[in-house]
């Protein structure tokens, strides 16, 4: 079976910094990523890990760690457009999604 | 071509109708994606082409489900006899095989299917 599982909410403030984070158990692994989802829009791609450690780009970085199944997602400086869905994909052949996290960041 | 176009966007239609969506990719990209999302879940996986070759199809997949890339460029996917519980975003997306990005996925905007 394949199971990828993260938190369904979660609140911040404006400025702040948040960790959203995924765990997985998938039958095989080619690689994890993030994709950010603003409601009635489509996904748009964010990061990509595949080895261990922390890849970073601006305000957001995205960590992997294989032995554990697990991933992390981190948001600095908050902005309120940053109030979006996080959805945590992992790809074997074709590209498994968790169900997303629905942050809301308040002023 | 500035990303993935799919048609129609919105689509209601009545139990039993049969309805046929389109999806055009970004035009370098080989590898074609359909996914269905309802609300609160993530994309699941449907199906995936590379060229025109239909490589994967997920167990879930009804048989009343198909779809073709008949010449590598867009992709039609067709539900037959639709029923209520098909209700959702049909989402498609592209990549290109050997990108330094890990193949990230481009998205289009979503067919929203209503049921009645």
């Known amino acids: 079976g394949q199971n990828i599982d993260q938190p369904t909410e979660m609140t911040a403030t404006e400025g702040a910094i948040v960790q959203i984070n995924c765990t997985y158990q998938?039958?095989?692994?080619?690689?994890l990523f993030w994709y950010q989802q603003h409601a009635g829009e489509a996904p748009t791609f964010l990061s990509y890990?595949?080895?261990?450690g922390l890849e970073e780009k601006g305000r957001f970085s995205s960590f992997l760690s294989r032995s554990k199944g697990y991933s992390y997602l981190l948001l600095k400086e908050l902005q309120m457009k940053d109030s979006a869905s996080y959805l945590c994909?992992?790809?074997?052949?074709?590209?498994?999604f968790g169900a997303g996290t629905r942050l809301t960041v308040k002023p | 071509d500035t990303g993935v176009s799919q048609d129609p966007r919105h689509k209601i239609t009545k139990r039993g109708q049969n309805v046929t969506f389109r999806c055009d990719p970004i035009?370098?990209?080989?590898?074609l994606y359909w996914y269905r999302q309802t609300l609160g879940q993530g994309p699941e996986f449907l199906t995936y082409?590379?060229?025109?070759?239909?490589?994967?199809k997920s167990r879930l997949l009804s048989d009343r489900f198909s779809a073709e890339r008949p010449k590598g460029s867009f992709s039609t996917l067709e539900i037959q006899r639709t029923e209520q519980g098909d209700s959702a975003m049909y989402l498609c997306?592209?990549?290109?095989?050997?990108?330094?990005?890990?193949?990230?996925?481009?998205f289009g905007p979503g067919t929203r299917l209503t049921v009645l």
């Open positions: 997306a592209s990549s290109s095989k050997g990108r330094q990005e890990g193949n990230e996925q481009f």
């Open positions: 998938t039958s095989g692994f080619n690689g």
């Open positions: 890990n595949v080895l261990d």
């Open positions: 994909a992992v790809r074997e052949n074709d590209m498994r």
């Open positions: 035009s370098e990209h080989n590898r």
């Open positions: 082409f590379q060229n025109e070759a239909q490589l994967e």
